[in-house]
């Protein structure tokens, strides 16, 4: 070993904890959720299948704090949770992936009495939570939000609606930000944790959507809707920032959905090209069939990577995380619409049937380009914070 050497440390190996906790949700993911996802997506039904098996096997919720009966999985567990399932199925994926975007601000902002209320029903998987800050007009400029709260004696009253909300109707808490003083812009915005039962909360009609077809996206509602006052999250002004603070934290793990995803369609697509006949040989003995399978392979590693090192940043809070979590999220992503795609190419026609999973995870892939910030403004929020100096 030279002077840097050191033989017990290996910045590319994952520890053998993260290895162990991959093993045990892929075998999860194939045997308990994998068999459902066709089917799942035919009828745009929620994966009821998944649901039970990820609760009955803790990892529904897997980074909620330990403090509040979660796990406390750190960030990077997170991402194996979520990829290892999307490699399977990408709605089901959205279960932890949305708890945790749905919990976020909640743990990085909110008072201990107010996780205390939340958090151990998330960790349980008794309850699940979704995060609302779209509404029709005000999506990538988010900040353009029109949804009003208005204090009102020890109670906070909400007006307006929201959209996109991923799982609206299964969750059963909402984070949802809400102007609070029109004359301070995005300082002018609140965060408030809102139950389904509150008072004047409804839940309208869900999104037919081209692909995530088993997790439903709905309107949520908000007409008088009355919640006591210590539902807000940090103090009144700070929830925009909390919103994006979130997203920092959360945009990672979109980018592992993303992995994930481009993982099961190069693993399929592996399995056929080594099994498919053309012109008396098999199609992988072809040169321009090895040479798509390796340009596939290298994206997604590279890929993982960079999700890998977001995560950990994320969990060591080393410094701002805009640009490795936007960055990582938007590589991802185009990186799973790329592999997804040329899954399909290589199945040929039978890559164009329902009778093989490429299809949908092709259509799959294409919402991570979108959500959580479409990659547009993942790149304006990378040039951002390369240009402020
Ligand atoms: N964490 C905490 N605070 C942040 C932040 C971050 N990552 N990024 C910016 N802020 C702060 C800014 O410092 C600013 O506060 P001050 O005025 O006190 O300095 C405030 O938040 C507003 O920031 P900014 O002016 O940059 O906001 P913009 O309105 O220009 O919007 C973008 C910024 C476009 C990046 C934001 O609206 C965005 O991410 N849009 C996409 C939304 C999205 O991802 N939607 C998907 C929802 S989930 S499906």
Redesign the pocket.
């Known amino acids: 070993m030279g002077k840097f050497g050191n033989p017990d440390f290996d910045l590319f190996q994952l520890p053998e904890e993260h290895e162990a906790l991959r093993e045990a949700i892929r075998a999860l993911s194939e045997k308990e959720i994998a068999p459902y996802a066709k089917e799942v997506d035919e009828k745009a039904r929620f994966p009821e299948e998944a649901r039970a098996a990820l609760v009955a096997n803790g990892f529904n919720a897997v980074h909620v704090p330990e403090q509040f009966e979660g796990q406390g999985a750190d960030s990077l567990a997170a991402c194996i949770v979520i990829e290892e399932v999307a490699r399977v199925d990408v709605s089901a994926s959205l279960i932890p992936a949305v708890n945790k975007l749905g919990t976020m601000g909640l743990i990085l902002s909110g008072s201990d009495e107010l996780k205390a209320k939340v958090l151990p029903s998330i960790a349980s998987g008794e309850a699940m939570a979704s995060?609302a800050?779209?509404e029709r007009e005000a999506?990538?400029?988010?900040?353009a939000m029109k949804t009003r709260a208005r204090k009102d004696g020890n109670t906070w009253v909400i007006n307006g609606s929201k959209c996109?909300i991923?799982n609206g109707g299964q969750s059963s808490w909402y984070t949802v930000m809400a102007v609070t003083d029109p004359d301070k812009g995005?300082?002018g915005i609140s965060a408030f944790m809102v139950h389904k039962d509150d008072e004047g909360f409804t839940v309208g009609p869900l999104e037919h959507k081209l692909g995530i077809k088993g997790s439903p996206t709905a309107e949520l509602y908000f007409e008088n809707c009355t919640i006591p006052e210590d539902r807000i999250i940090g103090d009144e002004g700070t929830g925009?920032?909390t919103a994006?603070?979130t997203?920092?934290h959360t945009r990672p793990t979109i980018g592992a959905q993303a992995v994930g995803v481009a993982q099961g369609a190069l693993d399929a697509a592996i399995a056929y090209v080594k099994e498919r006949k053309q012109f008396g040989k098999t199609i992988s003995q072809f040169q321009g069939v090895e040479f798509m399978i390796a340009d596939m392979a290298m994206k997604v590693e590279a890929a993982r990577l960079m999700v890998y090192a977001a995560a950990s940043r994320a969990e060591r809070g080393a410094g701002p995380l805009?640009f490795i979590s936007s960055a990582s999220k938007c590589m991802a992503s185009d990186v799973a619409m790329e592999v997804t795609t040329d899954a399909v190419q290589l199945f040929g026609g039978a890559g164009y049937t329902t009778d093989f999973p490429v299809e949908r995870m092709m259509r799959d892939a294409k919402i991570t380009q979108i959500?959580?910030?479409t990659n547009q403004?993942q790149r304006?929020?990378m040039a951002r914070a390369l240009l402020r100096g």
């Open positions: 995060y800050l779209s999506g990538s400029d988010a900040a996109w991923t995005a300082n925009f920032k994006l603070a997203l920092d805009g959500y959580e910030g403004v304006m929020v």
